[in-house]
């Protein structure tokens, strides 16, 4: 029964009691206990709230003694943790934060960019990568202190947009001064989103020196050749794919018998975040199409299109975007409207896993690939999709 039919059918037993209505004159009140649509029941709150909790306490346990968190070669793994206790209240959130700060000052470099160097791996420090998370983190804390060096951040960042003349164009890679040709959808969900959450600090810069931002309309140009066409691949019309060499979903063969790149969920969400961070609306058909898309897809069983793999990481975008677009309830196939916070919170807290040492909770994918297998990463991205679902 639909909200509307529960209300009528509260209304009729309210009207028909006697004992409630004592006369045509005395004035009926008529409270509803149902949850807003898109909202969840008081009892669900508090579990999510209480899921929460046990997930800043592990994090709070686990961060180092320099206040680092997991792998101090790649300073954004420590971000995402501090944006969940910028994000949150706890007992220990000054430490905490006061710790990962210092240790996320010790990466900026001289050029305005916030990694570590790493000799010899193919990508470098993931320079663009680390920075865009790192000054995103940096500014939620609220702290004065580091708005210059977000201000030199996103100087960073706007130089990192590969701007040659070819697909790439508009896109962001991992490393630019390797000056290899290449961008994906991951580097540019995050850069846009690190230029767009730290646009203010633009008005505090120092009288004379350029502002700095990126190239909004070659961003969104380049994300929408990431994004499959109804004409060519009716099955991923509205979804995204990784880069334009490189589609990790795989590929399928269209009615024509053409080669196209299969979509996945999480990558379709950053695509759709991205498009929202550079004010495109959401009657724009690029966005009306990949919600489509992500409505044919609907599931929390896996990330579609790549199965277990990456599925924090899709549970992170997916809440970010359907709240960002202020979407409530999600059509599925058969016509029915689903609560999608009520859902992805009863399958967050469901795989939330117990320290049993001291009650503490984390998140943990099995599956290695794209660094899941690391807590403190999962552990992160839960985190903050529990904030957008109890924003």
């Known amino acids: 029964m639909n ?13 028909s009691s006697p004992s409630i209505v004592q006369s045509e004159t005395e004035t009926v009140n008529i409270v509803s206990k149902l949850p ?11 579990e999510a709230a209480a899921a929460v909790d046990r997930g800043l306490d592990w994090l709070a346990a686990n961060q180092k003694p320099d206040g680092s968190w997991s792998n101090g070669d ?3 793994l420590t971000a995402l943790a501090l944006w969940t206790f910028a994000r949150a209240e706890h007992p220990r959130k000054d430490e905490v934060v006061e710790a990962a700060v210092q240790f996320i000052l010790t ?21 663009n990568y680390n920075t865009a998370i790192c000054m995103t983190a940096l500014h939620a804390t609220g702290r004065p202190d580091v708005t210059r060096v977000v201000q030199q951040a996103r100087t960073f960042v706007a130089g990192s947009q590969y701007m040659g003349d070819d697909e790439y164009r508009g896109g962001f890679g991992y490393d630019n001064s390797t000056q290899r040709t290449y961008t994906d959808l991951l580097n540019t969900y995050y850069s846009a989103q690190a230029m767009h959450a730290t646009a203010s600090v633009e008005e505090t810069r120092p009288a004379g020196e350029a502002r700095a931002d990126i190239n909004w309309n070659e961003t969104v140009r380049y994300i929408s050749r990431m994004q499959s066409d109804a004409n060519a691949d009716p099955e991923n019309a509205g979804g995204v794919f990784y880069n334009p060499a490189d589609p990790k979903a795989g590929t399928s063969t269209n009615a024509d018998g053409v ?18 961070f550079a004010d495109v609306s959401r ?3 690029r966005v009306r199409s990949a919600l489509k898309w992500a409505e ?25 975007a359907l709240d960002a677009t202020g979407i409530d309830l999600v059509t599925r196939t058969d016509g029915n409207a689903l609560n999608w916070r009520d859902a992805m ?8 896993r117990i320290d049993p040492a001291g009650g503490a909770g984390y998140w943990l994918n099995d599956t290695g690939r794209y660094w899941e297998n690391d807590p403190v990463l999962s552990t992160a991205y839960c985190l903050l999709a529990l904030d957008s679902i109890l924003d």
């Open 345 to 352: 919170a009863r399958r967050l807290i469901a795989m939330q």
């Open 296 to 320: 044919r897809h609907w599931t929390l069983e896996e990330n579609p299109g790549l199965g277990q793999d990456g599925l924090f990481f899709f549970f992170h975008t997916m809440s970010r």
């Open 259 to 276: 080669v196209v790149f299969r979509a996945y969920g999480s990558i379709t969400y950053a695509g759709l975040l991205a498009l929202v």
């Open 107 to 127: 990466c900026v470099q001289t050029n305005g960019g916030i990694y570590k160097e790493v000799p010899g791996r193919k990508g470098g420090g993931l320079s």
């Open 3 to 15: 909200c509307l039919l529960r209300h009528t059918a509260v209304l009729a037993l309210l009207l």
């Open 283 to 285: 009657e724009d058909v």
């Open 74 to 76: 790649f300073p954004a």
């Open 36 to 46: 807003t649509a898109g909202t969840l029941d008081t009892s669900l709150r508090n």
